[in-house]
């Protein structure tokens, strides 16, 4: 099973209301409160994700380790604040940000269980 079906399996399970015959239930990857472009990644670092999924279409971020930040998104130039993910790594979190190189003023959205962390090292990572 792909990670995107995954996601998709997990979020449409987490949707409220019942879906009628002859309208198809709304998949939505990221809850309301999201201001900008939604990432779903994998910490690597203190400061580092790999985007596994993100809204919007043809993300360039998608299947790369990027640098996470908390600088507001109309600084483009340095200094950059790292935003701190030292405590998730080895987790998925789901980030609110926006970028189409790092993703800047992220705010963390969701930290998964370790249960859904495992499934995506059994599902999507490479074989070794």
Do not use: K, W
Request: glycine share 6%; charged share 15%; net charge neutral.
């Amino acid at each position: 099973m792909h990670i995107a079906a995954l996601a998709f399996a997990a979020v449409t399970a987490l949707q409220t209301g019942a879906p009628t015959a002859d309208v198809p239930p709304l998949m939505r990857l990221c809850p309301n409160t999201v201001r900008n472009t939604c990432f779903i990644g994998y910490v690597t670092a203190a400061n580092r994700i790999v985007v596994l999924l993100a809204s919007g279409p043809q993300n360039p971020l998608i299947d790369r380790e990027v640098e996470v930040l908390i600088t507001p998104s109309d600084q483009q130039t340095a200094p950059f604040n790292g935003t701190d993910l030292a405590r998730q790594i080895g987790r998925v979190v789901m980030l609110d940000g926006v970028g189409s190189d790092r993703i800047r003023d992220a705010q963390i959205v969701f930290v998964a269980d370790p249960i859904l962390t495992a499934l995506y090292l059994a599902l999507a990572a490479p074989p070794r």
